[in-house]
């Protein structure tokens, strides 16, 4: 009996104990998930730094925006879109970005890849990602009437907002296709009452790269097995982001008096798909931390007039610029390099060339 006790007691402790380490063994994972979680947000949240090198300590505020999704495909299979995409979501997941892609639906009707196309929005919501609308066919507003321009948002929301709905979410912001708000005041005005009469908030942008540019010499390159050739244009976009940024940063310093909330408008291409950790990087030693959509729209800088209506998708920068009384600036932001604009010349005329 006592013997049969004794392995009762010995069983009991092993199982107390065992019960006890598992406990601790909770414990410990809670404290560290807890922890973790804090220095995330730590890491997120400490935006200590200079721009340009001066002496001004403060903190800067970017939103990241994503446009064409599911991928600028450039002449690329699914396969090597769908690792493109990868490495953008991950690398943003990386860099704690809460960024929002900017969907054409018409790019998910490809026969045999509507599945993997419709994955890769998915993607950008399992990545704890935010998706919106850039309307079905990619239509800028001021070739386009504003009846059709209209009904390609409508047209443009469906699987968008069949996917979101899946994850308690709803498409809530549009992204105007080549920037284009509206040839005349009139249907600009029209535009923008049909967007908030159907749920939407417009996405505006303070930072654009030509990106686009910079990509389609990229893709060519990578393409046509030039490797080097591609890493050439690879350092230029990077180098010429710098006097972009610096660029954008000045104006909106000239704009308002101080640094405003930036939103940057990046496509979901190659270039950017090879580079995005470099830019992040980059943003990060200016100063930057990453903000959502709707908390830059909170800086008081988005409610400023949009004094511009016409055929050039110019920067909400300059838009303002017009609606604040004209003002000027002293700097703008650079072109890409002139053997980069040509190289992009020549091949887009070649495949307007090849155009049935
Ligand atoms: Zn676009």
């Known amino acids: 009996m006592a013997a049969a006790l004794k392995h009762l007691d010995i069983t009991h402790m092993v199982v107390v104990m065992s019960m006890n380490y598992r406990l601790f ?3 410990f994972l809670a404290l560290s998930l807890v922890a973790g979680v804090a220095q995330d947000a730590e890491s997120a949240a400490s935006c200590h730094g200079t721009v340009g090198g001066g002496a001004t300590s403060q903190q800067l505020r970017i939103a990241i925006t994503v446009d064409d999704l599911p991928f600028a495909d450039q002449g690329l299979s699914i396969d090597e879109q769908s690792k493109n995409a990868s490495q953008l979501l991950a690398t943003l997941q990386k860099h704690n970005v809460p960024a929002i892609g900017f969907v054409n639906e018409d790019k998910l009707l490809v026969p045999g890849e509507v599945d993997e196309r419709i994955g890769l929005l998915r993607a950008w919501l399992d990545a704890g990602m935010t998706l919106g609308n850039h309307g079905f066919g990619h239509l800028g507003l001021q070739k386009t009437a504003l009846a059709e321009a209209e009904s390609a948002v409508l047209k443009g929301e469906v699987v ?3 996917l979101m709905e899946q994850y308690d979410m709803a498409p809530a912001y549009y992204r105007y296709p080549y920037n284009q708000t509206g040839p005349t005041k009139e249907v600009r005005d029209a535009f923008s009452t049909f967007l908030t009469r159907h749920g939407y908030t417009v996405a505006p942008f303070t930072i654009q790269n030509d990106d686009h540019v ?8 990578l393409q046509h097995g030039e490797a080097s050739e591609a890493r050439r244009v690879r350092k230029a976009y990077l180098s010429n982001l710098a006097v972009v940024l610096a660029a954008h940063e000045k104006m909106s310093e000239e704009l308002f008096g101080h640094h405003i909330t930036q939103i940057f408008d990046l496509h979901a291409n190659a270039i950017n798909a090879d580079s995005i ?9 200016r100063g ?6 709707p908390e830059a729209l909170k800086d008081p800088a988005y409610r400023s007039p949009d004094g511009y209506a016409g055929p050039y998708g110019m920067t909400w920068l300059r838009r303002w610029a017009k609606g604040l009384g004209g003002v000027k600036f002293s700097v703008y932001p650079p072109d890409p390099q002139a053997w980069v604009t040509e190289r992009h010349e020549m091949l887009a005329s070649k495949m307007d060339a090849t155009k049935p």
């Open 25 to 27: 063994f909770a414990l």
């Open 160 to 162: 968008t907002r069949w």
């Open 277 to 285: 950790d470099s830019i992040l990087d980059r943003l990060e030693d």
């Open 214 to 221: 910079y990509d389609r010499v990229y893709s060519y390159d």
């Open 288 to 293: 930057y931390c990453f903000v959502s959509l």
